[in-house]
């Protein structure tokens, strides 16, 4: 008999760890999969082009439930069939509908839960936050029935919403606590190009805001009457100086938390998120988490692609191959709204000993910034033109020495390879005394540089790779 | 209009190329060719004269006259230069007025010029850019000869067993002529080709011998080849009794100084067996022919050099038949004619020296009594004249002396005191322009209509192709003009060059006898030519006279030399060293030459966007050794100083090939070519010493103490702009360079501006509607575009702290396209063309993969899948939110 492998929580981290075990050894675990919400399993990251109407449920969907059957992988999905407790000493979990399971490995991915701000009118009808198939919906029958929704949150998540909410025909107004949109990801230049990107698609700012209380409307009826048919509707938002602002939605984007409850109950070690070493394994050895829900090293995720390294890292340690660590790394940011084009990564705020490239074509809307220390890339923004973006990224991750070509880093990866290749028959030739000289001086700055942590994980390899390691 | 063609000649040097013009007149337009039937260059042209067409443009034309830069009416200018002249003869006598001509002119603008001055002035101070590449030569052949003759003609290169070329590169200088000697070379490899020349240059391609000959020591490698003759008995004694006087002395002289073929070569800084094996060359065979050119010529004894030469064909007998002869190639298209016309200070008309029976004569033929009595101030001596006052009116034309002569910071000083500076130009604005008080717009070589002499007495006509540009008039027409306002309207009644031709023709011929005085320089053949005939005149050697009809190809076969006997002169010859030796201070010999695709100071070659690729720069040439004794580095930018004034340059240390460096330690080189309005610190002139031969009064631009220091650039600047911008005051060093649809500024300076990229953006002169594009790294680069509303580049300015700008080529092919694609303004401040293939507008934005990556992907690896894809490229395999498209994509394939 197949050891029993059982994964709660069916987004989009738990469903790519499903794909790399199948496609790496489908027949080492019998699966069972629960999940709460009522499909296969989607593209989370595409509800704002869902929202905003660019993309539909079925362009959205990874994997149906013809899939999990397929592959042979029990599927429990919907919300009667959410995980209520993980009992380790017996080796069970326990769904709202009373299912039991026995598994020999457990994986937790249970993903995060959107912030509210601890402020009163919370929990008025209205106010909500965008997370799943479900928000969408709702914000999308909002956006039929009323004129105005405020975003709460000028962060990625926010931002999306907005522009959706905006395409949706509503009068859509970002409160944000600081002066820039998406702060956390752009500096000052990038982030007031931005804002007057999305001011010229029709959205409002309200910068520097501090939200401290929403208040009900007296006029409007329920959102959604057969669910929240005792509470009274949003009106409008208070502010810290004193403002007010009208609302008749308002999408609260303030940031996510680990959904660390189950495990907490369970008694598994957690901090701010379930704590997990480097395979992705948590303080109990049969169980393992993965995505938004963990705490690794200290950090916490909320963008895909480290999830997805996580993913391939659990199953290469799952299926016994047992070689490749995760690592946490920089993760590129985007932000997925029509003609917008923005990347960040790394240290892009730049200070200390670190020197800045700027690069701007005004006209084209487009502005770089390129982060050095000691002859390093340490941060990128990149905004308007965001097609390096993976070399940038690339250069992070390696630590690669950039002086030989730094002239040309601006200019892509294609022309600082050309560079490169012209670079070491010509060090010899008489007319490079200048290049000769900034190795030298490399070399001398190398020998200063602290060590780069030594790296045995192969994250992007594919999966068949796997399988001939 | 159709097209039509027309048969004119070149602008340039002295082999006087035969062009086909095919001309049309509305566009204002010319296709250049070479022409197959005109016997210089038999349908061969050089880089320089098939961009002719592009030098026509009337951009940088001078097109009416001015008068202390006000535009005035030709009446009004001619009236105040008739005037200053008038009042300068009438108070301070006929020599307070001076002509200052060029080889550029044709013979009939020469004929009149001459006859005024000379004539009906009553002064010899004419002289001319010849002067300065010519008059060692002018000099030799009338102490051998007795007359300026060139013996011998083309062909003889083409029938020679040894051919020396001395200071010439002509593969450089002489292209066509040299394409010629190559031919020949290659299809009779037994011919030897020895080049002397202190530099490895191009035209020791084609040498079995190069001697690189230390700067100035000609003479003595001369000396010492008579001397190897007389000692190996390779004379021609018949020859040498029979037609030639002063033998035995000149071989004294040349024993004395130069007594062994090891003596020979330790004074020529030469290795004694190449010394050895030319000498045994030249012995072997009388069929030789020597060219020699500037090297020989710019030279405190440069006289002596061409007369050393002659003296061991003299001694051969090796002079007047097919394959021989002592051969004098010219830098200029019609320096031939103004030395035929008399053209110089030092020579009356007409092949006619300063003597009473000639003065006599020309003043009988020209109907006037006032023919000058004695030589006039040469070129340098002209110029000191001017600078200390005794010259008080001076009529420049078709010459830029700021930039070309030594000491030429002042000759800009003495013209900037004179009172009266008149300039002809067909250029607006050339360094000596600036300083004129009157300025007469000048036709250009595409609207001169007249005739020149190559290096081998070949008349050929120069056609006009098109009317005169403006207001621009023919030079021949404003000296007449300016000579009737002096009173002398009968004397230069002329309404067309034919008749000036002709009285030139006739002048030749005039009491030529031995009667009267016999000279060499004849074509009174041509002496009643009329206008139709004169615009049908084919290409040919003069003399062509009665024992002459069809011309001569060469002279002095059996003697009968112009000298009272008819026998030729041996000149004896006692070397000397260059005026100025080095000294501590000033350690290295400055050497000055031409490069291959600009001419003289680049007024209309740097017109031409090709012929300013080749170099861009004024340089400096110099001996590794040399370069890394002074620490210097290649490609810096180096002050060149001596007593007399300074330049900047980039440095080019030469390259050693095979063992040979291209030039000989301790001398390095600089073109002659750049001008202050082209250069700030570029020209040479004012670097070079104003040393003269003391018998032809030729400067000795080759050979200049200097010394050599680091100009310490804290920037270099790059500025690319379509319309000429002011030139950046920051920025001491400074070339421009026209390319096509855009003007390239070179720069550098000495103090960095405070904000960078703010003064690089006040370079562009942007107009307000104009994008800019900005890249700033705090390293030291900074670079700055602008493109206008149609998406046409308008400028481009880069400024870096280290000497590593991008090479301009492709940044200035940007101005020729109308908008910029999106590649190519991405890539633009790289100063690279876009690197990679396009990969079209991107699918995948989390990889960055494009849409035509993707299709060629599906096609060439048959890819069926987005998991497929994925596995190949990445693509889709993070977000994932492209699968839709990918999926869209597969479809279509």
């Known amino acids: ?469 | 209009m159709s097209d039509k063609t027309i048969h004119t000649t070149c602008a340039y040097c002295g082999v006087g190329c035969g062009i086909k013009a095919v001309v049309n007149d509305d566009l204002r337009e010319v296709a250049i060719k070479g022409l197959d039937s005109h016997p210089s260059n038999h349908g061969r042209l050089c880089s320089k004269g098939t961009a002719l067409g592009d030098t026509i443009g009337l951009s940088e034309r001078l097109l009416e006259p001015e008068v202390n830069g006000q535009a005035v009416s030709w009446d009004h200018a001619l009236d105040t230069v008739a005037d200053g002249f008038a009042k300068a003869i009438e108070q301070y006598g006929p020599d307070s007025v001076a002509f200052y001509l060029s080889g550029q002119f044709l013979t009939e603008d020469y004929y009149v010029a001459n006859k005024l001055m000379k004539g009906f002035i009553g002064s010899a101070n004419i002289d001319t850019n010849s002067r300065l590449c010519m008059s060692s030569t002018v000099s030799g052949h009338k102490r051998a000869f007795g007359t300026d003759t060139v013996p011998g003609c083309y062909e003889d290169f083409e029938q020679a067993e040894v051919i020396t070329l001395v200071g010439s590169n002509a593969a450089w200088c002489h292209p066509v002529l040299f394409q010629r000697i190559r031919a020949y070379k290659e299809a009779n490899p037994q011919v030897k080709i020895v080049v002397i020349d202190p530099r490895r240059t191009q035209t020791c391609d084609i040498a079995d011998l190069h001697l690189p000959i230390a700067l100035g020591a000609d003479n003595w490698l001369f000396n010492g080849l008579l001397s190897h003759l007389a000692q190996t008995d390779q004379l021609d004694h018949d020859y040498i009794e029979q037609h030639c006087d002063g033998f035995e002395s000149s071989l004294a002289a040349a024993q004395a100084a130069c007594p062994s073929t090891a003596t020979t070569a330790q004074k020529c800084g030469l290795d004694q067996d190449d010394v050895a094996t030319f000498f045994n060359w030249f012995g072997q065979t009388n069929k030789t022919v020597t060219l020699f050119s500037q090297g020989v010529n710019q030279s405190s004894s440069g006289t002596d050099k061409v007369n050393s030469i002659i003296n061991c064909h003299l001694a051969t007998g090796s002079i007047g038949k097919p394959g021989t002869g002592p051969f004098s190639i010219t830098g200029q298209p019609n320096a031939m004619g103004g030395r035929e016309v008399g053209g110089l200070a030092n020579t009356l008309a007409s092949h006619m020296e300063f003597s009473p029976d000639n003065i006599d004569r020309l003043q009988r033929f020209w109907g006037t009594d006032k023919v000058a009595a004695q030589a006039g101030l040469t070129a340098v001596e002209l110029f000191n004249a001017i600078d200390d006052g005794r010259i008080k009116a001076v009529w420049i034309m078709a010459t830029n002396p700021v930039v070309s002569l030594p000491d030429a910071d002042k000759v800009k000083a003495a013209l900037q005191k004179c009172p009266l500076v008149v300039v002809s130009d067909c250029i607006a604005n050339t360094d000596t322009a600036r300083l004129a008080h009157v300025k007469f717009p000048a036709t250009g070589w595409s609207e001169k209509n007249g005739t020149v002499t190559s290096s081998e007495r070949r008349i050929s006509r120069q056609r006009n192709l098109f009317p005169p540009a403006g207001q621009a008039k023919h030079d021949w027409w404003m000296i007449c003009q300016v000579a009737k306002r002096l009173g002398h309207s009968e004397a230069f009644d002329y309404q067309h060059p034919s008749e000036i031709f002709s009285e030139h023709a006739r002048l030749s011929g005039f009491e030529n006898s031995s009667d009267g005085q016999l000279r060499d320089f004849d074509i009174s053949a041509l002496e009643n030519i009329s206008e139709q005939d004169y615009e049908q005149l084919v290409p040919f050697q003069w003399p062509m006279n009665k024992e002459y009809p069809q011309g001569c190809q060469r002279l002095f076969a059996n003697g009968d030399f112009f000298t009272p006997n008819r026998k030729a002169r041996f000149v004896a010859i006692t070397p000397r060293a260059p005026a100025n030796a080095p000294t501590p201070q000033y350690p290295l010999r400055l050497n000055t030459g031409r490069i291959r695709d600009q001419w003289h100071t680049m007024t209309r070659t740097g017109l031409a966007p090709q012929l300013n690729q080749h170099i861009k720069e004024p340089f400096i040439e110099l001996h590794p050794d040399d370069a890394s004794a002074l620490h210097l580095r290649d490609q810096q930018l180096v002050s060149i100083t001596s007593r007399w004034g300074s330049m900047l340059a980039r440095l080019n240390i030469c390259e050693s090939i095979n063992g040979v460096n291209s030039i000989r330690s301790g001398e390095c080189f600089a073109p002659i070519h750049w001008t202050g309005e082209l250069s700030r610190h570029g020209r040479v002139g004012p670097v070079v010493n104003p040393v003269v031969d003391p018998i032809c009064f030729q400067p000795e631009s080759k050979h200049t103490p200097v010394q050599i220091s680091p100009y310490q650039a804290v920037w270099h600047g790059l500025l690319l702009t379509r319309q000429k911008a002011p030139w950046p005051d920051e920025s001491e060093y400074l070339v421009e360079s026209n390319g096509q649809q855009h003007t390239l500024l070179t720069l550098a300076g000495q103090s960095l501006p405070s904000e960078p990229l703010e003064q690089i953006t006040s370079w562009l002169n942007a107009a307000e509607d104009w994008e800019l594009l900005s890249y700033q790294d705090p390293q030291g680069h900074y670079r700055i575009a602008a493109i206008d509303a149609d998406g046409k580049l308008q400028a481009i300015a880069m400024l870096s702290t280290r000497q590593d700008l991008p090479e301009p080529g492709w940044l200035g092919q940007q101005f020729s396209k109308d908008s910029l694609d999106l590649r190519t303004r991405t890539a633009l401040l790289s100063g690279r063309a876009p690197a990679g293939e396009d990969i079209g507008r991107i699918v995948c934005a989390c990889y960055s993969v494009g849409e035509k990556t993707i299709c060629k992907a599906i096609q060439d690896e048959k890819l069926n899948s987005c998991d497929a894809i994925g596995r190949q490229l990445k693509a889709g395999t993070n977000c994932g939110s492209c699968i839709p498209e990918l999926k869209a994509l597969l479809a279509k394939a």
């Open chain 1, 1 to 469: 008999m197949k050891p029993r492998l059982v994964l709660i929580g069916n987004g989009m981290a738990g469903a790519k760890l499903l794909e790399e075990l199948v496609a790496t050894a489908p027949d080492l675990f019998d699966i069972t999969v629960f999940g709460n919400e009522p499909y296969g399993n989607y593209n989370r990251i595409m509800l704002s082009p869902l929202l905003a109407g660019d993309k539909s449920l079925d362009e959205i969907m990874i994997n149906d439930r013809d899939w999990y059957q397929s592959h042979g992988i029990t599927l429990n999905a919907g919300p009667e069939k959410a995980i209520t407790q993980i009992n380790r000493s017996s080796r069970q979990v326990h769904s709202a509908d009373g299912t039991c399971c026995r598994y020999d490995r457990l994986i937790i991915a249970t993903g995060s839960k959107p912030f509210m701000l601890p402020i009163p009118g919370i929990d008025l009808n209205g106010v909500m936050s965008f997370r799943d198939i479900s928000d969408v919906e709702n914000m999308i029958k909002a956006s039929e029935r009323y004129k105005t929704a405020v975003v709460i949150g000028a962060g990625l998540l926010g931002l999306e919403a907005a522009m959706g909410l905006r395409t949706r025909g509503m009068d859509v107004t970002v409160v944000h606590s600081n002066d820039i949109p998406l702060n956390r990801q752009l500096d000052q230049e990038a982030g007031e190009l931005l804002k007057q990107q999305l001011s010229e698609k029709g959205l409002r700012f309200k910068m520097n805001a501090r939200t401290t209380a929403i208040l009900p409307s007296e006029q409007h009826a329920d959102l959604n009457g057969d669910l929240q048919d005792k509470k009274q509707h949003v009106g409008k938002l208070q502010f810290s100086d004193g403002s007010e602002l009208q609302a008749d939605l308002v999408i609260m984007a303030i940031g996510i938390r680990p959904n660390k409850q189950l495990a907490e109950e369970a008694r598994i070690h957690c901090e701010k998120g379930i704590v997990v070493s480097d395979n992705l394994q948590t303080y109990d050895p049969r169980i393992y988490a993965l995505g938004e829900c963990i705490q690794h090293r200290g950090g916490t995720f909320g963008l895909v692609a480290p999830l997805y390294d996580q993913a391939k890292v659990l199953s290469n340690h799952l299926c016994e191959h047992g070689v490749a660590r995760y690592y946490s790394l920089p993760t590129a940011t985007k932000l997925k709204v029509t003609g917008i084009n923005l990347f960040s990564v790394g240290n892009f705020i730049g200070g200390g000993n670190s020197e800045t490239i700027i690069y701007r074509d005004k006209q084209a809307g487009i502005y770089k910034k390129l982060i050095i220390e000691d002859d390093r890339l340490i941060g990128a923004i990149l905004y308007g033109d965001t097609q390096e973006g993976p070399f940038y990224n690339e250069l992070l991750d390696s630590t690669e020495d950039i002086e030989p070509f730094r002239q040309y880093l601006m200019f892509g990866r294609a022309l600082c390879d050309e560079i490169k290749a012209t670079y070491e028959p010509k060090r010899s030739n008489k007319t490079n005394i200048y290049k000769a000289n900034a190795n030298l001086k490399t070399n001398v700055k190398t020998k200063a540089k602290r060590p780069v942590e030594p790296k045995t994980r192969n994250l992007q390899d594919s999966p068949s790779t796997h399988k001939v390691a």
